[in-house]
């Protein structure tokens, strides 16, 4: 196990990164996946920002598109990048969560436990959605990312047992995620073991 002094920390510059050992890369995800090489990566884990739950204060930023479809196509071409530096037997886990439409409020009322979560913009209701409907990111992403070439390997459950508890009863608790393994080809471990050695 790489202790922390052998993770390389890098702010995005103007010139590539090449990577030689564990790095931490800081900035715009699609501008610092624009900067690797080629099937440089074995593996990405990434967890994006949910849609309409977080304001980070950064113009552009992924999660505050007016539309839920607007969203899931910035993810598509963040993910499309991703592909392009995975080696031809890499992967992907990717964890997304999902939301309900915000009933068309235009804010996020304050959360006593995490002021954070309080914000001054959410988007509406998108078209063939209603007021409070599910939204169903995962299922659209997985979709979208399937059409755009990846290869959907597995679904993962992660149970959560303590889980936060939705305020109204016409909801259930979610107690678990379902991450999901994507690779680049469809590769059959069986085929050719050397991918997992």
């Given at each position: 196990?790489?202790?922390?002094?052998?993770?390389?920390?890098?702010?995005?510059?103007?010139?590539?990164?090449?990577?030689?050992?564990?790095?931490?890369?800081?900035?715009?995800?699609?501008?610092?996946?624009?900067?690797?090489?080629?099937?440089?990566?074995?593996?990405?884990?990434?967890?994006?920002?949910?849609?309409?739950?977080?304001?980070?204060?950064?113009?552009?930023?992924?999660?505050?598109?007016?539309?839920?479809?607007?969203?899931?196509?910035?993810?598509?071409?963040?993910?499309?990048?991703?592909?392009?530096?995975?080696?031809?037997?890499?992967?992907?886990?990717?964890?997304i969560g999902d939301g309900y439409t915000s009933g068309d409020r235009g804010c996020r009322a304050p959360d006593?436990?995490?002021?954070?979560?309080?914000?001054?913009?959410?988007?509406?209701?998108?078209?063939?959605?209603?007021?409070?409907?599910?939204?169903?990111?995962?299922?659209?992403?997985?979709?979208?990312?399937?059409?755009?070439?990846?290869?959907?390997?597995?679904d993962v459950i992660w149970n959560k047992p303590n889980c936060q508890v939705l305020a109204r009863m016409i909801?259930?608790?979610?107690?678990?995620?379902?991450?999901?393994?994507?690779?680049?080809?469809?590769?059959?471990?069986?085929?050719?073991?050397?991918?997992?050695?």
């Amino acid at each position: 196990m790489e202790s922390f002094n052998e993770i390389d920390h890098k702010k995005i510059g103007p010139e590539r990164i090449r990577l030689l050992c564990s790095t931490i890369i800081e900035g715009d995800s699609y501008i610092a996946l624009q900067k690797l090489e080629d099937e440089s990566i074995q593996c990405a884990v990434t967890s994006p920002p949910y849609w309409g739950l977080r304001d980070y204060g950064i113009d552009g930023q992924i999660g505050l598109e007016n539309q839920l479809q607007q969203y899931i196509d910035n993810l598509v071409v963040v993910f499309r990048e991703v592909r392009r530096i995975l080696t031809a037997d890499g992967v992907l886990w990717l964890n997304i969560g999902d939301g309900y439409t915000s009933g068309d409020r235009g804010c996020r009322a304050p959360d006593k436990k995490n002021q954070a979560r309080a914000m001054s913009v959410r988007p509406g209701t998108s078209a063939g959605l209603k007021p409070k409907d599910l939204l169903g990111v995962p299922w659209r992403l997985a979709f979208a990312l399937q059409s755009d070439g990846w290869h959907l390997r597995s679904d993962v459950i992660w149970n959560k047992p303590n889980c936060q508890v939705l305020a109204r009863m016409i909801m259930f608790w979610t107690h678990s995620w379902a991450p999901a393994l994507w690779a680049k080809w469809p590769l059959d471990i069986r085929e050719d073991s050397s991918a997992w050695n």
